[in-house]
């Protein structure tokens, strides 16, 4: 089956510019992540959605960060005006229940990276 | 927010010798994950160990789990030098089976 798509791969921004990231996840999996992962940390969840509501969006910065998954497919990432701090890969996952284990297991893009100058 | 934590941070050992990696977590959980991650990549799913296992093996992946202890640890038997990367874990808690919370992670280095 083909992977989570994730564009872009790199972006290089100025402060206060906005940037937007796509996502598509493997076909038939109704939870979506986006994850932020600054370097040498752990992924920290930005957003959950389940099918195109939204679960979990407590540590998404709404001031500058929206997200949306229209149809409940693909998904969108915003940030603007983005600031220095900003920069890290944003990751995107999807995941489908598995029945054997009982459990949520997930499948991760190859991420985008953002520099923010 | 973290819940897990590993150890130790970084790890460096040479080809064919065994890593150990810990992971703590904090409240009661219904899995528990690990995930590796190779530099510059996403996020690869390795192992799931449920809360009612002890031990689990998959290849040259060993995961035990104590849950009265609340930790977990991961072996890597005969290590290589591709198994060089980044080990999170992951718990899924017993109140949200959809939510995952994510330790720090294991730098792991496989000297040839």
């Known amino acids: 089956e083909a992977g989570v798509a994730q564009s872009p791969r790199y972006k290089i921004i100025e402060k206060r510019q906005s940037v937007a990231f796509w996502c598509n996840p493997i076909s038939g999996h109704a939870t979506l992540y986006w994850y932020q992962q600054i370097l040498g940390q752990g992924p920290k969840l930005l957003i959950q959605?389940?099918?195109?509501?939204?679960?979990?969006d407590s540590q998404l910065p709404k001031d500058r960060f929206s997200a949306e998954r229209l149809k409940g497919v693909d998904s969108t990432l915003k940030i603007q005006p983005a600031k220095l701090e900003d920069s890290a890969v944003y990751l995107c996952?999807?995941?489908?229940?598995?029945?054997?284990?009982?459990?949520?297991?997930?499948?991760f893009g190859a991420g985008s990276r953002l520099t923010v100058l | 927010s973290q819940q897990g934590e590993e150890d130790p941070q970084a790890l460096s050992i040479q080809e064919g010798e065994n890593a150990t990696m810990n992971c703590s977590y904090k409240t009661s959980i219904n899995n528990l994950q690990w995930y590796r991650q190779n530099s510059g990549r996403g996020l690869v799913h390795l192992i799931l160990?449920?809360?009612n296992e002890r031990e689990k093996h998959s290849g040259r992946l060993r995961v035990t789990l104590d849950t009265s202890k609340k930790s977990s640890s991961l072996l890597i038997t005969a290590s290589r030098a591709a198994d060089t990367a980044s080990y999170f874990c992951?718990?899924?808690?017993?109140?949200?089976?959809?939510?995952?919370?994510w330790g720090l992670g294991t730098s792991l280095a496989v000297n040839p």
């Open positions: 160990i449920r809360s």
């Open positions: 992951a718990t899924g808690n017993a109140g949200n089976n959809r939510k995952l919370i």
């Open positions: 996952a999807s995941s489908g229940w598995d029945r054997h284990s009982g459990a949520n297991v997930l499948t």
């Open positions: 959605f389940q099918n195109n509501g939204v679960v979990d």
